[in-house]
């Protein structure tokens, strides 16, 4: 549970970039908000400071940490890679897997603005951990949160996840293949939609066909160039 910054934490809080939450201050400022899950440090130099989604959500609302999602995709979120999709627990932010049970708040513009602070921060992980800078394909947190970080894409882009019926929308699962995730979809529109989406996201994408149950879908690895 992050704990509530203080005015002069607010201030630098608000003072940071709106897109990609990049932070400034003393160094004593930003591991204060590090403890309180407002922020998180890059593992690489510069060793830059972002803001979490709960971070970004104070910045943006003003809300208390707590009200909704906390650590994102620049900090820790939530794995929720299993075979089954079970919600988030705990507060930390998740993107939608499809077939799990919409949490309290999982609609409406404060999931967007979550979602969105989410992808930002990814994106700002991806420009950070390339030396080119790249934004336009995955990173090592991407690699080794399949699910999660194709279910971000997906959710990101305003594809519609499936709910605990599995119909009306995506499913993105594990699979035994290393660096590959399925994603199944309620028709064969919506499956192309959806590997139009992961394909812009910078995943390698092809569509195939189980042998058992003849239902086609979705095999997704990062794209590594």
Do not use: N
């Not at 709106?18 to 899950?37: F, N």
């Amino acid at each position: 549970m992050a704990l509530s910054p203080t005015a002069a934490q607010r201030r630098v809080i608000a003072a940071a970039d709106p897109v990609s939450g990049r932070l400034k201050g003393t160094e004593t400022q930003l591991a204060a908000l590090v403890r309180r899950g407002l922020a998180f440090r890059h593992p690489r130099p510069p060793h830059d400071h972002f803001l979490t989604p709960a971070g970004h959500r104070i910045r943006e609302t003003g809300a208390e940490p707590g009200a909704g999602a906390e650590p994102g995709a620049g900090a820790e979120v939530a794995r929720g890679d299993s075979e089954g999709a079970e919600p988030a627990r705990g507060g930390v932010f998740a993107a939608r897997i499809g077939g799990e049970e919409a949490a309290a708040g999982d609609a409406g513009p404060a999931r967007l603005r979550e979602v969105r602070s989410a992808w930002q921060g990814l994106l700002e992980l991806r420009r950070m951990s390339h030396p080119d800078g790249a934004t336009d394909r995955p990173c090592g947190w991407e690699r080794a949160h399949l699910v999660q970080a194709a279910a971000l894409a997906l959710e990101a882009a305003g594809c519609r996840p499936a709910g605990p019926d599995g119909a009306d929308g995506y499913r993105v699962r594990a699979t035994p293949q290393p660096e590959a995730v399925a994603v199944y979809g309620p028709d064969g529109t919506a499956l192309r939609d959806c590997a139009a989406t992961l394909e812009r996201a910078g995943w390698q994408v092809g569509e195939h066909t189980e042998p058992r149950t003849r239902a086609r879908y979705l095999l997704a690895s990062p794209r590594k160039v």
